[in-house]
């Protein structure tokens, strides 16, 4: 099992037991790294600007969500 499929039952659970914060998952999309010899279709800054986005989340931002490049996935 990969660490994205173990992770994704956390994201609603612990989001629902504490209301100060903020737990979601993001799916940057097909970066391209050394790992898929450059061929995704992404770089690593666009990539991360869903993650950056997701962790300067306003307080009355989204919790319990999916998150790729584009906004919510539904899941």
Request: aromatic content about 6%; glycine content about 14%; hydrophobic content about 40%.
């Amino acid at each position: 099992m990969t660490a994205a499929a173990r992770g994704g039952g956390h994201s609603s659970r612990p989001s629902r037991e504490a209301d100060h914060r903020h737990l979601n998952a993001a799916a940057p999309g097909f970066v391209t790294t050394d790992i898929n010899r450059h061929t995704g279709h992404l770089t690593a800054a666009e990539g991360a600007a869903v993650v950056v986005r997701l962790a300067t989340l306003a307080a009355d931002g989204p919790t319990g969500g999916f998150f790729g490049a584009e906004g919510p996935v539904p899941w």
